[in-house]
Each structure stands twice: as structure tokens, then as C-alpha cells.
């Protein structure tokens, strides 16, 4: 059997769709692309219109060229409007997010044994090891569940309540992936700075870190995926500065930088707080790279909001920043607001934010010049990232998931050079 896999969305999708590529390779399937596969995982992301939009096109495309394949969908947009994808072309079986951990079997007890077997002598499974899907690191949920209420934000409602995978369960995973060669390991969660709190007893993420960092070798880095900003606090920056263990990469949401906005957006912090965040993290590890994410145009947005939010993107030390044009999203409070920015408006705003945001890539990257990184190769070896999430193009001569000492020589045709 073929089997192929595709993903949209943010790193905890991305964790859960790396399960279900283990899940097939277990039982002897064979990776392929969407066009020549027998079943087609649609791992869908919700948190915008066009992501919706995306995912109904991605299977209406699948289903056309393929249409022999047996697709299965399943993630946030499947969870919130299974009513929707279910009458979508070629779909199989609809997996809402809480029977994610069911998919594999909900998957094998609808295949018949020509379906899962096939016809050929292959191997009954292969193991888990660096390249599957084309990934060299290995992304591990460690958290899932939202509690919190942005007022234009609909994961809570698919994601549920938060649940924390307990420490040991955490470690333990940790040595399976060491085990199968992963060298750096990307924590991830959908409220990844609320780890622990429902536990019992209660734990933190300051106290995972903390084993990691005790139980960890040389050989593996570990990557911090995004954290809001009250909770990404000085014990962590200080750990991720101290111990080596840590990738110097944060990615500290903002969402807008004005407090009437955030207020709105039932954002607990305001932009004074997260000014002084983003500038002691910059003043503690001086060459870390700290990403955002900015929502422009949310209802009642006014032409001082936005020069405000300009203004402060850039003079920030900001290094990269994802633009999100908002989106009403259905059952949330923002949804009902009537003082709505014209489309056309967003756009134009998001267009704005983007050129802002390469400028700040650019100032980090011309920053960095000269400087020596460890990194770990990609691809065919000549792709490097680093620990502060520079990709470096090197010479040739190494193979995939190697660490090697970087010094970031040049930019030629928009590509980082090393060597």
C-alpha cells in the first residue's frame, strides 16, 4: 500500500502527522506522493478562512487527479466542520482531533487485507529514523489543549481543554527518538507555555526543560516552539542562555501593538510588557533569533492602530514575523463585531507588514555575518540550519543530520552562503 500525508498548519499538526507516517510505515506501507498513493491523510488547520479554503481545495485536487485514492481527513478544519468535509470528493473518513490517537486503526479496520498488504514481499514495517517526510528533526507535542480566550480564535474549541503529556512520558519519547538518530527535537504544543499546569501533581515547562537539560547529551538541541508572552519568562530565557542543550530560537506572538487592539483581542498583556520581553531576550543572548505573529486588520482597527503597530515592528528586534490578515472565524466574540476593515484595507496592510518583516529578516541575517553557528545539515547535506534558525547553503560533501561548525560568509541571490 501507498500511503501519503499532507499537513497544513503549525507544528503540533505537524507532530501529529509525523504519528501517522510511523503508524504507516509500521505496517509496511510506502511513502508516495498524493497523486500516486492508495490513501491520501489530510491533516487540515483552521485558524483562518483561507486555511479552510485550502484544505476543501487540496482534497477536491487529490480526488481529481487521484481518483482511486482513499482520503482520510482529519485536524482542526475536519473537527470544526466535519459536515463540510464530508461531502467533499474522495473522502473516506472524517477524524476529528480527540480520535486522532484512533486514526491508524479507524484507518486499517476500513482497508481490506488486499488494501494493507498488497501483493508484493515487503518488509511487515521499517522503523522510525530521520528523513521520513523529508524532516531532519523530530517534532514532539508535548501539550495540547487551549484554555485561554482570544477573542478570534476557534482552537480552543477544537483543540478542547488543555491535557500535558506527564514528564517521565516526555523523556521517555525523548530516548526513543535519540534512539532512532533525531538530533534536534522541536517542543511543541497548541498552549505549549501551559505545559504541566493540569497535571498531578502540578509541573511546568520551566520543569521540563530543567530534566532535559539534566538528561540530555551533547548530541541533541532542543527547539522551543512558540510561546505567548506571559509565558515565556525570565527562568526560561535564562536556561535557554545557560544550557546548552537549547536552540537561541523564540517565537514570541504579538499580535498587535497597541493595548486598545490587544485589549480587544482579549490579549493578557499589553505592548509595554511585551517590549521589555522581546528587548531583554535580545540583551541576554544577543544572537537568538525572535519571530512574531501579527494580525492585521481585526475589527475596529484604525489608521493609528496600524501606524502604531509600523512604527513599533520596525524599530523592534524582531527577526522574522508571520502576517495573518484576520479572518472572522464562526462562535468567536470578534465574529460579531460590526465595526469591520474593508477587505481591500487588510490586504494592503498585510502587504505593508510583509515588506517590514523581510526588512527585519534582512537586518538579522546581515547581522550575522562573520559569525560561527553550529548547525545541523538537511536535504543532501549542503543545507544547513542553525540553532538560531538561519539556513545556510555549504559546499557539498556531507550527508543529511550531521552537526557542523557554520561561519555565515555571505547572501547571494537571496541564499545564505556558509562554509
Known sequence: MKYSVVTFGCRVNQADSLAVEEGFRSHGAIAAEAEGADIVVVNTCSVTASADQAARQTIRRIARINPGAKIVVTGCYATRRSDEVVDLPGVMRVVPNDQKSQLMPLILRDLTTADRFGDGDRSCGSALEPGIAGRTAFTLCVQTGCAEECSYCVIP????RPSSVPIEGVLAEVERVKAAGFKEIALTGVHLGSYGRDLQPRSSLVDLLERLAEESCEDVLFRISSLEPMDCT????DLVASAGCFAPHFHVPLQHATNRMLAAMRRPYTIEYYCALVDAIRSRIPHASVGSDIIVGFPGETDDDFTELSSYLESSPLTHVHVFPYSDRPGTRASTRRDKVPGAIIRERARAIREIGQRLAAAF?????GRVHRGLTLEDGSLVVTGNYLKLRIPPGRTRNE????????EHDGELLGG
Open 157 to 160: 474549541t477544537t483543540r478542547g
Open 234 to 237: 525570565s527562568e526560561i530565557v
Open 365 to 369: 541575517r546581515a547581522s550575522q555575518v
Open 403 to 410: 552537526w557542523v561548525s557554520v561561519r555565515l560568509t555571505s
